[in-house]
Structure formats: C-alpha cells, structure tokens
C-alpha cells in the first residue's frame, strides 16, 4: 500500500523566552497573548525585563512609569525600574 500526500498544512507555535512569570505583572495577560493596547502578539509589543527580574509588555510598563503615583519604580517590588539590555 502507498500512500501519496496531497497536501500538508504546518503548524507552529511560539512563546516568549521567560523562565519565572508567563503574564505581565501589569495587565496580568501571558506573555504569549497580547497586551491591551496590541492586536498581534510580539508585533510592536516586545517584553522588557528589569533588572529587578519582573517582566512586563512595552506598553504596560510605558503607561506604568508616566504616572504620577509610580514615580519610576516597578509596580511588582517598588525598587527603581531599569530594564535590562540585552
């Protein structure tokens, strides 16, 4: 018996490379969906980490340090928030 493929349709899958919180400590969406401001995961939307190790959606975190109440801090463990990079 042969058997002779027609067609083949592939499917992939990705996610984002953190190895302690899959969501971001702002919105509290995963990694690999999308944050509230984006359509497309990963489109224009990259992940920062600081340097305190708390990760969080571009977006987030941007909205996050021009308030008035964050005063520059990281919203997880209120040290002074610098991304790392890489």
Known sequence: M???IRKW???ASWRWDVPEDDVCGICRVQF?????????????????????GHSFHLHCVNDWIQTESSRGLCPMCRQKFEFVAE
């Not at 995961?41 to 990259?46: I, V």
């Open 9 to 11: 349709n592939a499917v």
């Open 2 to 4: 042969k058997v002779r």
């Open 32 to 52: 690999d969906g999308t944050c509230p401001n984006c359509r497309f995961p990963g489109d224009d939307c990259p992940l920062l980490v600081g340097k305190c």
